[in-house]
């Protein structure tokens, strides 16, 4: 399987909340954390293709979100998600599927466009792949335990692809109850080397 990984920005979040169960004086120790206990992280995607697709998977942040929400992240994008799909030799056409590991904003709000009287897909001929049961469990939760994900945006996808009826080649997936519930963990087989 060919893939590339995709850089598509940076944020800050709590060194202490992202890396749980680790003594924080080793997190201090490997990381940069500031006096507010925030690190900056990068938001990577990852294209990977096989022979009959082309498969996104975490296509990062929207640009259209809150500015709240940019402001209390820092939320750096220094290359357009078009350019970021450029770089990576590819066009937003060419994307077959769009993954969505889980549906924190960084990871996949990027999938949509604001354009003049709404939100479109970015990816126009892309399946827009989730997991039913992480979807789920996010219409269980209250609206303040709610507002890091972007599960509304997916109205605007069309017809969604469940992940538990989907499958591509050169790949599988784990399912972590860690970070989110029901988090897809892929795993890419790349072949004899």
Known sequence: MKYSIVNLGTLKVNAFEMIMGVPEYLIREHYVVDEHDQMRIGMQGLIGETDNKIIFIDPGCATFLSKSLAETYDLHMELSLEEAVKEAAYKMEDITDVLFTHLHFDHGSGAFFRIIGG?????????????????????????????????????????????????????????????????????????AH
């Open 119 to 191: 939100i479109v897909k970015a990816f126009p001929n892309a399946n827009y792949v989730i997991s039913k049961k992480q979807l789920d469990f996010l219409g269980s939760l209250s609206k303040d335990k709610s507002t890091s994900f972007f599960h509304k945006l997916l109205r605007f996808a069309g017809d969604l692809t469940y992940f538990e009826d989907w499958s591509a080649d050169g790949m599988h997936f784990h399912v972590s109850h860690g970070h989110t519930p029901h988090m897809l963990v892929p795993v890419i087989n790349l072949g």
